[in-house]
């Protein structure tokens, strides 16, 4: 009755479990269908159609805080970007560019900011745009637009055009 209850054999008992259910897990994992939210298959089906046309596109990549602006499938610009931070965040999706404007105004809770350089609108209140406010590119802060150098934003304005399509994803 002794040797029943050894912990060296409870022991091994647990090892051969344990390799059993790793071995089944990884077995059988493949089968088990992972779950994609629907945006994440919206937009990841536009940026496929989008690099398979000659068509100029904006790609914004939140979890790396960069701006890809596209012709196609070739990348032709790059960019460290802010975006909105987590009280304030950017919405994914995929948008066009509906207005340009070389300078405006931006209002809301929290700011009033005269002046905005090169600002395209996309999504009702979102926008890209240059940022001479901060220099914190690669961190989100702003308030849902997606901040740009100055430099950057007079290059991304003058290249793109009133329905350009925007892709924001993770």
Not at 113 to 133: L, S
């Amino acid at each position: 009755m002794k040797n029943l209850f050894s912990s060296k054999k409870w022991y091994q008992v647990g090892k051969i479990c344990a390799a059993t259910a790793l071995t089944i897990t990884t077995f059988f994992s493949w089968s088990i269908p992972t779950k994609a939210s629907g945006w994440e298959n919206v937009i990841a089906t536009r940026m496929l159609e989008l690099q398979q046309s000659a068509e100029r596109w904006i790609s914004i990549d939140l979890s790396t805080q960069r701006l890809i602006a596209w012709e196609g499938n070739k990348a032709v610009y790059a960019v460290i970007v802010s975006t909105g931070k987590a009280s304030t965040p950017t919405r994914l999706g995929t948008f066009r560019v509906q207005t340009k404007y070389r300078t405006t105004r931006m209002t809301g809770p929290g700011y009033d900011v005269p002046d905005v350089p090169y600002t395209m609108y996309y999504d009702g209140g979102m926008a890209i745009h240059g940022a001479y406010w901060h220099n914190m590119f690669g961190t989100p802060v702003s308030h849902g637009c997606t901040n740009v150098a100055v430099n950057h934003a007079k290059w991304l304005f003058n290249w793109a055009s009133v329905g350009t399509p925007v892709v924001v994803h993770e």
